[in-house]
């Protein structure tokens, strides 16, 4: 079993940065991979980053392509966030994602295992 805890978020004006940060334990030498999801209400899940465990490789989604980075602390199990240029678009609540699948697709929720608590951004504009 895995436990993700998050921390960080809050609101910020557009063009503001934040951090999101995502803490990790229990059997954490199983995964695979882990990752940041959003959801605003009324909406799916919608993947923003990844990180595959195996190699640190990072992924992000085409939206936050340059203005979003994904980071791993390896050393503490800690999950980054960084989000600069913020948009109000930007705009959720954040879900920090962990899972041990061989055939990932990034952006299917039900691909990942275990999930954070979630926090939430406000971007205003």
């Known amino acids: 079993q895995v436990h993700l805890v998050q921390s960080g978020g809050g609101s910020v004006q557009a063009g503001g940065s934040l951090r999101l940060s995502c803490a990790a334990s229990g059997s954490i030498s199983s995964l695979k991979y882990m990752g940041w999801f959003r959801q605003v209400p009324g909406k799916e899940r919608e993947w923003v980053a990844g990180f595959l465990t195996r190699d640190s490789s990072t992924y992000s989604a085409d939206s936050v392509k340059g203005r979003f980075a994904i980071s791993h602390d390896s050393a503490n199990n800690i999950l980054y966030l960084e989000m600069n240029s913020l948009k109000p678009e930007d705009t959720g609540k954040y879900y920090c994602?962990?899972?041990?699948?061989?055939?990932?697709?990034?952006?299917?929720?039900?691909?990942?295992?275990?999930w954070g608590q979630g926090t939430q951004v406000t971007v205003s504009s």
């Open positions: 994602a962990a899972g041990a699948l061989w055939n990932l697709r990034w952006a299917v929720p039900s691909d990942y295992n275990f």
